[in-house]
Each structure stands twice: as structure tokens, then as C-alpha cells.
């Protein structure tokens, strides 16, 4: 029996976050496959993190297996059940396997799918030996969803006691993740959380912090130090909450003494001394990401937070003296919270200097959480399909969590959510050797260029980038359609298409109406304060400017699904060495727009 597993990215336009696609739990299940005598592999890089959907379906389906598992998050559910149903179409003995935090069986999104075989809930590793035991027949055992015709199909239980950690081997020492690791090392310290915060579902139903032993946490980093990785990150929800953080600490010390791996961890800032700060800081530690969320009482006792602002001032003081740098967050959309009580924890932390980085994000109504339960009696109003985000509780409403965001951008001077920078269009010459001979930029200069490319969607990327000439561009017959059947087949690409400065807004209206056609799970955020539309972009260049050119829907409120309306100022996002735009510039706008959209420089994010 030969096993295929896999973990699909966040997406973006510069693949930024495909290379933090770590698949740790689903290499640690590739271990516990081979252990048991399975041909078992992970899809190969860079097709897991860099590959369009075809390119993913045709290397799998040459390795012909048969089970696929897939490990499902937030951002990849979508992606990862439109896999499964095309393997199901293609290979109708494969056995699809999904696990992850968004296999439960409250989550009605999943629940009305019903394009896999075997749904894996909380924990895995016991759950998934098992059913290599019986050769995944055994359909019994506690901690299985398993689809049914009647759209919700059988639930099995939860499984009645959590894993020992002490009994699982490690993919990082064992070598399974090698080929999937540049830089950074992401390690389990704990399983579990001390807290039942009313918004998160780490603790997957167990109570207490079950620690991984020591001797293999302090072979993992070493063994990291001897690759030549820089980064370790450590994925615990309270990394101070570790049983034996005194005793870890002090292995840090003799594992990392020059400090040549930097370390991060979340952590709760009010509980770490002052001492213990300076030890964290010679052990290696640089940042620490510090979930503060809101300074309102009420809203922290709704969700289980306790918050003394005079403890947590003194603490993050300590820390940042011992030069630990601290990503604050906050949450905007939580229970009991108006509008002017997410301003108030925002210009606190900003009055009192409380943070070197500050993340401000939407409220997600993440299914199993308290949150989700109880979001009826609570009053409480959020999108069906991932990411979940909260758009209406009895004291907001969507167009007033959007205006949180507007005054983040304008007090941070920074955007939220800043436009990548697609690397088709990247003059800097970014290394782009980890694509590893996929391809990210296609030309289409002129109509004889056009023909090769469905032989090429096999082979592509999913951040593609088009350039087209101005023979092309007035040729809409020639390629609408075929643009059209690419999105059809690769439904989760992120398309970008350069377009020559000459061409006017009427001959890109085969391009929007492409792009409202095309449904892509990265434009439901309406809390990005720019513009929603990003899944097909149109870019043009002249004389070191780049531009991206405003989408038509911008000029109209963004419909919710309840009903409410977003807004959002047509915007033309400017890429130049100078902040001031070209005369020429001005006229190119003044001769395409009779009611010229607002220009904007273009702050590309920083990696």
C-alpha cells in the first residue's frame, strides 16, 4: 500500500508564506507509515508549497497511491477538499484521509462535503495508526468522521485520552522533513494549554501541558545548529507555560551558547521575570509574540483573559531591556467590544510604547471554539466558509470593523495586509530557485507565444504571472477563454497579468469580468482596508513606475453575506524609486479615468 500526504500553503502572490509550509504533523504521520511498513512519502517541493493545482494532482497522480492524506488548516480546507474530490474523480479506489484543526464535527462547511473517505479529529498520531492496523478499514474506532449521503455523515467520538508524546518518534531527526525545511525550524516543546481562551481550540478538548522529553527537543536543535538553520520556532500557545522551562532554558544555554539560532515563541509577557527574561535572551531568544487582544475587562472576562496593564508594562519593559523584541496582538470583533473600545486598546499599547510590532486581526469564529457554540446567546454573526470572520456582534458591524483597520493603517503608518509583489514583475531579481523548475511567469507578447501554454499547466506555479502585448490585449477572443479554462482547471492559482501602459480600461474588461467570475478564498477578507480583489491582479510598467491598475468593483460597496456593505476607495497602488508621481503619470491617469481613483504608493511587504 503506498501513502501520499501532504500540507497545502497560504497563499500569496510572492510566495512568501509558502516557504514557512512546514508540514511537521504531516511528516510525523509519513514516520509513523514508514515504521509500520508502508511505502510512505510527502508530496515532493516544490510542488506541496509552490505548485498550481494540476501540477499537485499530476505528480501525485504518478505515484499512483493509494491513500492521500492531507493535513487541513484554515487556509487550505478549501484547496485541500477540491484536491480530494479530483482524486476521488481520477483514482476512485484511493482512500482520501483529511486531519488537521479543521476536521471536527462542528464545523457544517466540512460536514456538507462529501469528497473524502475518512475525516481524523484533534490528535492524530493514534487515530492514524490505527487505521494503518487495519489497512484503513477499521471505521470503529473513536476520532473518525466518516462522510455520509445524508450530507453529515457518522461521527465516531473523540478519542478518550490524548497521545503520549513520550512514544512518538521525530520527522526532523528521522529525516522526513529534510527536503522541506530552508532556514527555520518550527518544534512542538507542549501539546496543550493551561488556558480555555473562548476564541482558540488548542487544547483540543485535554486539560493541562503535556511537554515533549527533553533529550529529543535538545538533539532536534542540535542537529538544526549542524544543518546550518538559523531560526527556530517554536510552536507552543504559552512557550512560559513550559513544565520544565527552567530546566529547557538552561539546555538552550549549552546547545545555542553564541546564540548563532534565534529563537521565537509565544509567550504571556506579564509571566516572565525579569531574570528569567536576561536567561531567555542568552539562550537565543529574539522575539516573542505576545497575545494581548484588547485592554477591555469585559470583553476579557467574556473570553477567559486575565489582564493587570500596570504587570504587563513592567514586563514587556524587562524583556525589551533584555533585548527580546515583542509582536503585540490584538483581536478586533470580540464580544462586548464597540468600535471605540478596539481604538482604546489600540492607542494604549501605541501611548505606552508596549510593542516593537503591533498585528492587528479580524475575529474568526473558529468552529469547536466556545465562541462558535455559543455565538447565538452572544449574538454573534460570521461567514460559513473559512476564514470564519466575525461580521456583526451587538455592538459592531462590518463597515465598523473595517474603519478599525483604516485608523491601524493610519496610526501605524503601515499597511495591514500590503500588496506583494508578484516576482514576474520583481526587477530585483529575487532568487527564485526553490520553484525548482516551476514556471511563474508566462509570455504572452504576442499571439504566437499564446499557443504552448496548455501544455505548460503541469508545470506551473500557483502565483503565475502573464504578460501580455498589445497584439494580445486587443485580441480578447484569443485568450479570454483560455484564461477562463486555466481558472476552471486551477482554481486556486493567483493570476497577475502585465498589460502595456497604452491599453485603455474598455480593452481590460474581459480581464474583470474574469476576475468577478473567478471565486478564490483570499478575497473574503473585507477588513483589508485597500481592496479585497486579489486574486487576478493587472499590472503595467513605464519608465521605473509600476502600477496596479484599480478594479472596477471598487467603485461599488462589497455585499456581504448578511446583507451588510464594506466600502472601499478605488485605489491605484504605485510601485517608484521617487514618492511623488510622475507628471506623465498624471496625465496617463487624467486621459483613462473621468473620475480619477485615488493613488497610493505602493509599500511592498517586507520578507
Known amino acids: 500500500m503506498k501513502i501520499l500526504l501532504l500540507q497545502l500553503p497560504l497563499q500569496g502572490h510572492d510566495f512568501f508564506f509558502s516557504g514557512e509550509n512546514i508540514p511537521l504533523a504531516t511528516a510525523g504521520l509519513c514516520l509513523l507509515a514508514r ?47 477540491f484536491l480530494a474530490r479530483e482524486i476521488k474523480r481520477s483514482l476512485p479506489s484511493c482512500i482520501v484521509v483529511l486531519g488537521g484543526p479543521e476536521i471536527t464535527p462542528e464545523n457544517p462547511f466540512l460536514r456538507s462535503c462529501p469528497d473524502f473517505d475518512i475525516g481524523v479529529v484533534g490528535e492524530g498520531e493514534w487515530v492514524w495508526k490505527a487505521l494503518l492496523d487495519s489497512s484503513f478499514e477499521a471505521k470503529t474506532i473513536p476520532g473518525l468522521i466518516l462522510p455520509g449521503g445524508d450530507k ?7 478519542s478518550p485520552s490524548p ?20 532556514k527555520v525550524l518550527w518544534v512542538e516543546s507542549v501539546r496543550g494549554c493551561v488556558h480555555r481562551c473562548a476564541y482558540c481550540y488548542y487544547h483540543k478538548r485535554f486539560s493541562g501541558v503535556r511537554p515533549f522529553p527533553l533529550d529529543r527537543l535538545r538533539e532536534e536543535i542540535g542537529r538544526a545548529r549542524e544543518r546550518g538553520m538559523e531560526e527556530i520556532v517554536f510552536l507552543d500557545p504559552c512557550w512560559n507555560r513550559h513544565p520544565r522551562r527552567g530546566e529547557l532554558l538552561q539546555r538552550l544555554l549549552v546547545i545555542n551558547p553564541d546564540r548563532r539560532l534565534k529563537l521565537y515563541a509565544e509567550c504571556e509577557a506579564e509571566e516572565i521575570d525579569p531574570q528569567t527574561a536576561r536567561t531567555m535572551a542568552r539562550a537565543g531568544f529574539v522575539e516573542l509574540e505576545v497575545g494581548l487582544q484588547s485592554i477591555h475587562q469585559g470583553t476579557l472576562r467574556r473570553i477567559h483573559r486575565r489582564l493587570d496593564l500596570h504587570r504587563f508594562l513592567e514586563r514587556v519593559r524587562s524583556l525589551q531591556e533584555a533585548g527580546i523584541e515583542l509582536m503585540v496582538d490584538l483581536i478586533a470583533g470580540l464580544p462586548g467590544e464597540t468600535l471605540q473600545d478596539i481604538l482604546n486598546s489600540l492607542y494604549w499599547v501605541l501611548d505606552h510604547e508596549a510593542y516593537d510590532s503591533l498585528m492587528l486581526y479580524p475575529l474568526s469564529l473558529i468552529p469547536s471554539t466556545e465562541l462558535y457554540r455559543r455565538s447565538q446567546s452572544l449574538g454573534l454573526k460570521a461567514m460559513a466558509q473559512p476564514p470564519y470572520l466575525v461580521t456583526r456582534t451587538p455592538h459592531l458591524q462590518a463597515e465598523e470593523i473595517h474603519q478599525a483597520f483604516l485608523e491601524y493603517e493610519k496610526e501605524m503608518g503601515e499597511e495591514v495586509a500590503p500588496l506583494e509583489m508578484p516576482p514576474g514583475l520583481d526587477e530585483g531579481g529575487k532568487d527564485l530557485s526553490f520553484l525548482k523548475g516551476l514556471s511563474h511567469l508566462v509570455d504572452w507578447t504576442s499571439l504566437e507565444k499564446m499557443a504552448a501554454f496548455p501544455s505548460l499547466e503541469d508545470r506551473l506555479a500557483y502565483s503565475l504571472t502573464i504578460r501580455m502585448g498589445q497584439e494580445v490585449i486587443e485580441r480578447p477572443e484569443h485568450w479570454s477563454q483560455l484564461l477562463r479554462n486555466y481558472l476552471e482547471r486551477n482554481p486556486f492559482s493567483l493570476l497577475s497579468v502585465e498589460v502595456p501602459k497604452e491599453a485603455s480600461p474598455e480593452q481590460l474588461l474581459p480581464l474583470w469580468e474574469l476576475a468577478s467570475n473567478h471565486s478564490h478564498p483570499i478575497e473574503r477578507d473585507y477588513t483589508v482596508p485597500h481592496s479585497p480583489y ?18 472596477p468593483r471598487e467603485w461599488k460597496p462589497l455585499g456581504l453575506f448578511d446583507g451588510q456593505k464594506v466600502f472601499f476607495q478605488p485605489t491605484l497602488v504605485v510601485k517608484s524609486s521617487s514618492r511623488e508621481t510622475p507628471r506623465w503619470f498624471q496625465r496617463w491617469i487624467a486621459e483613462r479615468y473621468p473620475d480619477p481613483p485615488a493613488v497610493k504608493p505602493w509599500d511592498v511587504p517586507r520578507d
Not at 167 to 180: A, I, M, Q, T, W
Request: aromatic share 16%; proline share 4%.
Open 35 to 81: 515504521e509500520a511498513g508502508f511505502e510512505a512519502e510527502l508530496l515532493a517541493e516544490p510542488y506541496m508549497s509552490y505548485g498550481n493545482d494540476r501540477s499537485i494532482l499530476h505528480t501525485l497522480f504518478d505515484f499512483k497511491p493509494d491513500v492521500v492524506a492531507m493535513s487541513c488548516y484554515l487556509w487550505n480546507i478549501e484547496r485541500s477538499l
Open 152 to 158: 453529515r455523515g457518522l461521527f465516531t467520538g473523540y
Open 534 to 551: 486579489r486574486s487576478l491582479l493587472t499590472f503595467s510598467r513605464w519608465e521605473g513606475v509600476i502600477w496596479k491598475w484599480p478594479d
Open 163 to 182: 497521545v503520549d508524546l513520550n512514544r512518538l518518534s521525530s520527522p526532523f531527526l528521522g529525516g522526513v522533513l529534510d527536503s522541506h525545511l530552508k
